[in-house]
């Protein structure tokens, strides 16, 4: 790119090589390797400055101003009111892939140059983040793309740098102006169910969009690209012969950085998405989506820190919305959701899972918030401890049901890397959902294999991973007998 921008000018000035190479003092073998790409003409090279201040001020430029136009059109921000400033800005132009635009990177990011190349998968991590945090501190709105084709094997890598990065990303996102599009080819190898489930703090983030596109033959070279659009670019590629190698690039370069746009664009409409999303608020339509798509007698799993609204008697959730001053609409609304849960749970071959920790933790305080009726109502919906204990009292006396079983067992002793995130349900060949009301303005549901695979793999784990005789009737009923005799502290 610079040997082309170098030859253009040669070309405007209606100049030589050789009279170019005489005018700033270098031999003409190192003006030839310079436009043929051989060498490299850097930014803080006294050629570069010489060559820059000899166009500024020849007859062509002073004639016709063309210098001075194309740079305009090319960095519209770049100042150019003086002779300083426009050598400056031609000198940029002339060695791009040497001096980002210094408008648009911060020089606090500590960005490498781009042709500066990062080995390894630490560093290609730190790169990533410096993306987020030149997201974040741009001034909206801003759009951020990222394409996952395999470079990275996230099964090797190290659970504390993933967790950075979700931090980092999660940092960027919080200026509600920046939106997200994420492209990815999730596979077992590439992207286990552990990470997937690191990640959903970003999926259920406003102005995120999830899509996935399958590509039909595995490259040998394997590519990701993280971008923002009109501002940078960042590629990692690995190899499948050398999967920890990974080269992390960064480029500037708009014309570049369009050609990556144009590409991911196309990409993205010859996609489908991946994740569908509802807002908190939107439970009915969330549980119709849920109930239209279960199959009857297929297993399906159920993972909750606590027991919700949704798996208790009609008469105790009339109790509490009353004794929350909840009437009309939004009365009938967290009435029918229950019945549609119900309905769900009893037709389809289920298994309830309830977090033991959590419950013990709940009965010690005067009252939970209920977050997903909170999120119906639009305002903090309780449940006592004495409304919370009747419903344990329920749940005992249905521990097993046609088709439906229970069990309460802490999450602290699964072993697991990832504890569940958030609530999550499962049908093996229907659909995955997961949510966290009292975190994430959205749930998420998805019928893409890839995504119900590893959602089911991982429910599957975490029941296959509780002792039989934990799964046991007898064993169930003394561990809520014994949560009933919880006091508060």
Request: hydrophobic share 35%.
């Amino acid at each position: 790119m610079t040997g082309e921008r170098l030859s253009w000018l040669i070309r405007t000035l209606g100049t030589s090589g050789k009279e170019l190479s005489e005018r700033i003092g270098i031999d003409t073998s190192t003006m030839s390797k310079w436009r043929k790409g051989k060498r490299i003409l850097r930014y803080d090279s006294v050629y570069a400055q010489r060559m820059a201040a000899w166009a500024m001020d020849s007859d062509v430029e002073r004639k016709t101003g063309v210098l001075t136009h194309m740079l305009r059109e090319w960095q519209p921000s770049l100042p150019l009111d003086s002779r300083e400033q426009r050598i400056d800005a031609l000198r940029l132009w002339l060695t791009l892939t040497e001096q980002p635009d210094v408008q648009a990177i911060p020089e606090r990011h500590g960005v490498p140059a781009p042709t500066e190349l990062l080995i390894g998968v630490e560093k290609m991590m730190e790169a990533q983040n410096t993306m987020f945090r030149l997201l974040r501190d741009l001034p909206g709105p801003q759009e951020m793309i990222m394409l996952d084709f395999g470079a990275i094997d996230w099964s090797t890598c190290p659970r504390h740098l993933v967790e950075t990065c979700v931090r980092e990303n999660r940092s960027a996102l919080e200026n509600p102006q920046h939106a997200m599009v994420i492209l990815d080819q999730l596979t077992d190898t590439y992207r286990p169910r552990e990470l997937m489930f690191q990640w959903m703090p970003i999926y259920l983030q406003p102005h995120v969009r999830t899509y996935f596109y399958r590509n039909p033959k595995p490259l040998p070279l394997r590519q990701n690209i993280l971008l923002i659009r009109g501002r940078a670019a960042l590629l990692m590629s690995s190899t499948s012969t050398h999967p920890d190698q990974i080269v992390s690039t960064f480029s500037y370069d708009p014309e570049y950085v369009r050609l990556y746009e144009d590409m991911a664009d196309a990409l993205v409409a010859d996609s489908r998405p991946m994740i569908e999303v509802m807002e908190t608020r939107q439970l009915i339509p969330f549980l119709q989506q849920i109930g239209q798509r279960m199959r009857s007698s297929h297993l399906l799993y159920m993972i909750n820190q606590l027991p919700t609204f949704r798996n208790m008697p009609p008469e105790l959730l009339d109790e509490i919305l009353r004794d929350n001053q909840v009437s009309g609409e939004q009365y009938a609304e967290c009435m029918a959701a229950g019945q549609q849960s119900t309905a769900t749970r009893t037709r389809c071959e289920s298994r309830q899972l309830y977090n033991l920790d959590a419950i013990e933790d709940a009965l010690e305080q005067e009252y939970i918030v209920d977050d997903d009726l909170s999120a119906v109502v639009g305002r903090e919906i309780r449940v006592t401890r004495e409304q919370l204990k009747q419903q344990l009292r329920f749940l005992r006396e249905h521990l097993r049901a046609p088709h439906y079983s229970l069990t309460i067992y802490p999450f602290s002793r699964l072993e697991v890397h990832t504890s569940p995130p958030c609530n999550m349900l499962v049908q093996d060949d229907s659909m995955a959902a997961a949510w966290d009301a009292g975190q994430y303005m959205r749930r998420m549901y998805s019928e893409e294999m890839s995504v119900i695979s590893g959602f089911y793999q991982y429910a599957d784990s975490l029941w296959e991973q509780i002792s039989p005789a934990c799964h046991a009737e007898a064993w169930c009923r003394r561990r809520i007998d014994a949560l009933l005799t919880i006091e508060p502290k």
